[in-house]
């Protein structure tokens, strides 16, 4: 028996937004947190239109999303805080339109509680710390 999980209509509201540089290609791109949907759009300068580079399901509530960059790195990565009570860092790799876990580390109870921290996320411009 296996189960299976389909969202007949994904969310449309925008909770969470990032802005970075996430490629590599010196393009700015926007990581946008749909409730459980995770999306990377790319604005084209030329039209100002956004193209939706990646899709994908994070099978929680996305808590919170901030980009850094670290230093001397050409690109910016992603930390995402959800609801399972877990931190992790999110690299866009381009060859596999994908985002690669690398880091994930837990720091409280599953479930958006008051007492659990994860709701705000700061990071330090020069890449040194991230603060939940």
């Not at 296996?2 to 969202?7: A, D, G, H, K, S």
């Not at 690109?75 to 931190?87: F, H, N, P, Q, T």
């Amino acid at each position: 028996m296996f189960l299976y999980n389909l969202t007949l209509q994904q969310p449309t509201a925008i909770h969470q937004v990032a802005i970075g540089n996430f490629s590599g290609a010196r393009h700015q791109e926007l990581a946008v947190a749909r409730h459980s949907l995770l999306e990377l759009l790319r604005v084209e300068p030329s039209t100002g239109k956004c193209q939706t580079l990646l899709s994908t399901d994070v099978f929680g509530v996305v808590r919170a999303l901030q980009a850094f960059r670290l230093t001397g790195s050409t690109k910016d990565y992603l930390v995402v805080a959800s609801d399972s009570g877990r931190i992790v860092i999110l690299e866009y790799n381009p060859t596999k339109n994908a985002f690669d876990k690398v880091h994930q580390e837990t720091y409280g109870k599953s479930g958006v509680r008051r007492i659990v921290p994860g709701q705000y996320l700061a990071a330090d411009p020069k890449g040194r710390a991230v603060v939940i």
